[in-house]
């Protein structure tokens, strides 16, 4: 595949979602926080709870991967924790939450060999950008984390347009952006009906990498089905194999 202008999603396209870590990681201090403030429940129901409200809610701009205030809220709810309580336990369970994302991304062991896939598409001679359904601090401060944010010549937040995927305002700003003809950028991300469909519907190229129907979601849509005219140029199982395919 001949491309001069490759567009990136970043959830589940260049980093996976890390928050099954997280919540492993940090299960005893949000343990703790929960005894502190007078609340007993089962570290199996505080998963369980927090989980199913990360997987079937969400809002305009909401960031699932540093999680938020507004969400955590929804979650203490339905643990049956007092309303005049639960903003401050919200944010002390972020807090928590947040310095496991930074640890958890810091070490992501896969990291290295999409640095090495941006790094070489870069030698190549491609321009890459970023394109993200989120929010412009928690994307900054998990870009800074992961160190990907250098291998990107534009970083296009949905949050500072006021636009999301699947919008074709947002990737026709995307695609201006590049200042290529249409047939030379291609768009990579792992979205059936956020990422691939509008891609294709504006007329350029797009590659799906494929995740698992089982980690559908609210805010994932695995299990869209695309019309012909909507299906990607090239679906894959990993990053990588963009090197074999894009010239």
Not at 198 to 211: D, N, T
Not at 235 to 246: A, H
Request: hydrophobic share 40%; net charge positive.
């Amino acid at each position: 595949m001949q491309a001069d202008g490759i567009g990136f999603d970043y959830g589940n396209t260049l980093v996976m979602d890390p928050f099954d870590m997280v919540m492993k990681m940090k299960s005893i201090d949000f343990m703790r926080i929960m005894e502190n403030n007078g609340y007993e429940v089962s570290a199996k129901r505080f998963v369980n709870v927090w989980e199913d409200i990360n997987m079937n809610v969400n809002y305009p701009f909401c960031s699932h991967f540093s999680q938020e205030i507004p969400l955590i809220k929804i979650f203490l709810e339905k643990l049956g924790v007092r309303k005049q309580d639960r903003h401050r336990i919200s944010q002390q369970l972020l807090v928590a939450y947040r310095s496991g994302l930074k640890y958890v991304l810091k070490n992501d062991q896969a990291l290295a060999r999409t640095k090495y896939v941006l790094s070489e598409l870069r030698k190549r001679g491609k321009k890459l950008f970023m394109l993200s359904n989120e929010k412009v601090d928690t994307l900054n401060a998990q870009l800074e984390w992961t160190g990907l944010a250098r291998f990107f010549a534009k970083i296009i937040i949905s949050k500072r347009l006021g636009i999301e995927k699947p919008d074709h305002r947002i990737f026709g700003y995307m695609i201006k952006s590049f200042d290529l003809p249409k047939e030379r950028i291609v768009y990579v991300g792992d979205d059936p009906m956020r990422d691939i469909k509008p891609a294709k519907e504006l007329g350029i190229k797009a590659i799906l990498i494929e995740r698992p129907k089982e980690m559908s979601s609210c805010w994932k849509s695995y299990n869209y089905e695309l019309k012909d005219n909507e299906k990607p140029d090239f679906v894959i199982k990993d990053i990588s194999e963009l090197l074999q395919i894009i010239e």
